[in-house]
């Protein structure tokens, strides 16, 4: 498998520059990804890859996408720094802005890949389809845990083990979304069904309501 | 139910796959792929890196940002 840590790193620079600069005043804190548990992200994803029997010896863009994603859930840690007069988020606040950044980081990891078969590059910006995917989407990735317990310190009784079929086919299905919407990209403004939606804002509770518009610039 | 897969074993009982996770503690955990044998996926095409600017990246993270944006505005109009 290729090298691909730089894309990591720029995937997650892009993306906490991007919060710090244009949404941090508006949510109350800027970010910053550890280095260190990108580079972990990516020699899992490496190991990952390599002689699984599940996948493919050279796996495309789209697996790697996934990979990065689940991957990622677990091992990147971000930092929170509330600005001032901020709270603090609690941990599970954390781990749903996580998931956020990890759905912004997907267009801005595919921008950075091409396949190697025809050197075509994924030049399409890649988005949910529609709001209701957006929202069912994120909910997804926040269920993408695995079992893997540790590098801790002390170590734990036991090696912790990954279950492997269960990551197998998390990856599967999670880069056959990534993949559908690729496709389904237009980079047009398209609402599901223009007014006639079957959400109303001021109706859902309020993480699914911050899923709807924490990205949007004033 | 006929999945192969299912009944595949997920644990570390037998395996000798200890991988170091990279941080040089000596710790480290079991990555069980013999476990997945049976979900070959058919295709490879193989991933290649684009040097793409970090201005571009943020270009298209901002017309991603307008497209929600006009997105919300439509279900509110």
């Known amino acids: 498998m290729q090298n691909l840590l730089p894309v990591f790193n720029k995937?997650?620079?892009?993306?906490?520059?991007?919060?710090?600069?244009?949404?941090?005043?508006k949510w109350g804190f800027t970010i910053d990804a550890s280095r260190k548990s990108i580079s972990r992200t990516h020699f899992f994803v490496s190991d990952l890859l390599t002689a699984n029997p599940a996948l493919p010896t050279d796996p495309g863009p789209f697996k790697m996408a996934a990979a990065f994603l689940v991957s990622g859930m677990h091992?990147?840690?971000?930092?929170?720094?509330p600005l001032q007069g901020a709270t603090a988020l609690s941990e599970s606040e954390q781990?749903?802005?996580?998931?956020?950044?990890?759905?912004?980081?997907?267009?801005?990891?595919?921008?950075?890949?091409?396949?190697?078969?025809?050197?075509?590059?994924l030049g399409k910006i890649w988005d949910a389809p529609t709001i209701h995917y957006r929202?069912?989407?994120?909910?997804?990735i926040r269920w993408c845990e695995f079992p893997l317990l540790g590098p801790s310190s002390p170590p734990p009784p036991n090696i912790p083990s990954v279950n492997m079929v269960r990551l197998n086919r998390l990856i599967m299905a999670t880069t056959l979304i990534i993949e559908a919407c690729y496709y389904l990209s237009e980079n047009e403004v398209k609402c599901d069904v223009k007014n006639r939606i079957h959400i109303t804002p001021g109706d859902i509770d309020d993480i699914s309501r911050t899923d709807l518009y924490f990205d949007c610039r004033e | 139910m006929n999945d192969p897969i299912a009944k595949a074993p997920n644990t570390v009982a037998g395996f000798s796959?200890?991988?170091?996770?990279?941080?040089?503690?000596?710790?480290?955990?079991?990555?069980p792929k013999q476990a997945a044998v049976g979900l070959k996926s058919v295709f490879n095409s193989g991933v290649g890196m684009v040097d793409v600017p970090v201005s571009v990246l943020r270009t298209a993270l901002a017309a991603l940002s307008a497209n929600q944006k006009q997105r919300l505005a439509d279900i509110k109009s």
């Open chain 2, 17 to 31: 796959h200890i991988i170091d996770d990279g941080d040089s503690n000596g710790h480290g955990y079991f990555l």
């Open chain 1, 11 to 25: 995937t997650l620079e892009t993306v906490c520059g991007d919060w710090d600069d244009n949404h941090s005043k």
């Open chain 1, 95 to 121: 781990l749903v802005w996580k998931s956020r950044f990890m759905f912004k980081a997907i267009p801005v990891f595919l921008l950075q890949l091409k396949l190697t078969e025809t050197g075509k590059k």
């Open chain 1, 135 to 140: 929202l069912d989407f994120l909910n997804f």
């Open chain 1, 75 to 81: 091992f990147i840690q971000f930092s929170f720094f």
